[in-house]
Structure formats: structure tokens, C-alpha cells
């Protein structure tokens, strides 16, 4: 049903054939087109894919929010990540592998290895520390466990010069961990990072 107002001379909503809205702010009128068939195999897939991806995501974006270099231009750190990777919503399917966390220009962390301990209290992490003349004494190594099957996430960061990280957790027996990491660096006010890594414990 549309709406009419007199005072604004406008319309939103339908009204017989025609369509009332907004567009870039400006009142703007459509005649009315029935929607195509939008619940097709492929665009099932497509849902699928990006459901699966979001819900991934959502487990850590909120704790990486200041330590994420990307440009999340007015959006979510998770919407950025989604935004990053969604050429993997159109591909064969969502891969924990394959997912960008963090790209940029500064060197990728090498020799990068992770281990749960006995006890199952903590992740720990070791790695070469990355050098070169854009890399400060700020930098920190950031690091991402995930495992979606059980809702679990948990993330840590550690300066860059350190070579080795402890994250206090309580690893569920059976889990098995995806481990994203990567490099951020600070100039000034400003964040910049390098492309992310990827493991599994």
C-alpha cells in the first residue's frame, strides 16, 4: 500500500502500477516490474555459501576490531572480511583456507607454527619475527584460532620481536583449530598489515 504526502508531495510504497521511493535522497517514481524468480539452485548455493562464510566470520571479527588493518569504510570488520573474500561466495565453496583475514604490504610471517599443550589451557604459537625497514617496534603478530563445528574462537596478539605467543584458553577436547595470522604495524594513528597466513592444529 503506498503512503501520500501531501506536504512533501510524495509517495513511498505501491500504488496501483506505479512505485514511490527514495533514491539518493530524492523522491523518484517507477512503474511497478514483478520481481524475477530469485529462489533458483545457483542463488541457493550463493546464500548458502555467504551464510556459511558470515556465520565463520561473526565468530571473531568483533575481538579483532582493533587489531585489523583492513578498510572497513564505514562497515563491520566482519562485513570487510566478506567483502574481501567474495569471490569465494561465487567459487566451488567457502574454505577456511583460502579465507583473507588481512592483506596488505608488509612482509607475511614465516616459519609460523601453533601447538595446543597438555591440559588444553592454552594455543601457543611461535614464529620468525618478520624485519625490514617498514616494520617498527610496534608490530604485533595477530593471531586467530577458529573451530565453527563448535562455535569456538579465540584470539591473541603479541609484539612481533617476542617470537612466541601464549593465549590463555580452554580448548574443547576433539577441537580442531583453523589458525589465521598476520602482521600489523602502526604509523602513527593509522594501521597497516600484511597478508594473513593459514594452519591447523
Known amino acids: 500500500m503506498g503512503?501520500?504526502?501531501?506536504?512533501?508531495?510524495?509517495?513511498?510504497?505501491?500504488?496501483?502500477q506505479v512505485v514511490g521511493a527514495k533514491w539518493k535522497?530524492?523522491?523518484?517514481?517507477?512503474?511497478?516490474?514483478?520481481?524475477?524468480?530469485?529462489?533458483?539452485?545457483?542463488?541457493?548455493?550463493?546464500?548458502?555459501?555467504?551464510g556459511e562464510m558470515t556465520s565463520y566470520v561473526a565468530l571473531f571479527a568483533d575481538q579483532i576490531r582493533s587489531l585489523s588493518a583492513l578498510d572497513t569504510k564505514g562497515m563491520s570488520v566482519r562485513n570487510a572480511i566478506i567483502r574481501l573474500n567474495k569471490e569465494q561466495i561465487s567459487s566451488d565453496g567457502f574454505e577456511p583456507a583460502d579465507l583473507m583475514v588481512s592483506r596488505g604490504g608488509l612482509p607475511q610471517i614465516s616459519t609460523f607454527a601453533a601447538t595446543v599443550p597438555t591440559g588444553r589451557t592454552s594455543i601457543n604459537a611461535t614464529w620468525t619475527p618478520?624485519?625490514?625497514?617498514?616494520?617498527?617496534?610496534?608490530?604485533?603478530?595477530?593471531v586467530i584460532a577458529v573451530d565453527p563445528a563448535l562455535n569456538f574462537a579465540i584470539v591473541?596478539?603479541?609484539?612481533?620481536?617476542?617470537?612466541?605467543?601464549?593465549?590463555?584458553?580452554?580448548?574443547?577436547?576433539?577441537?580442531?583449530l583453523n589458525i589465521h595470522f598476520y602482521l600489523i604495524d602502526y604509523r602513527g594513528s593509522s594501521r597497516v598489515g600484511s597478508p594473513s597466513g593459514y594452519t591447523t592444529i
Do not use: M, W
Not at 503512503?3 to 496501483?16: C, E, H, M, R
Not at 591473541?156 to 580442531?176: C, F, K, R, W, Y
Open 3 to 16: 503512503i501520500l504526502n501531501l506536504l512533501k508531495a510524495n509517495f513511498t510504497g505501491k500504488v496501483g
Open 130 to 142: 618478520a624485519i625490514g625497514a617498514t616494520i617498527s617496534e610496534r608490530a604485533r603478530v595477530v
Open 25 to 50: 535522497n530524492k523522491s523518484t517514481i517507477r512503474s511497478y516490474t514483478k520481481p524475477a524468480y530469485t529462489n533458483t539452485p545457483a542463488q541457493q548455493t550463493v546464500r548458502a555459501r555467504f
Open 156 to 176: 591473541g596478539s603479541a609484539l612481533n620481536n617476542a617470537g612466541t605467543i601464549t593465549i590463555p584458553a580452554q580448548v574443547p577436547d576433539g577441537a580442531e
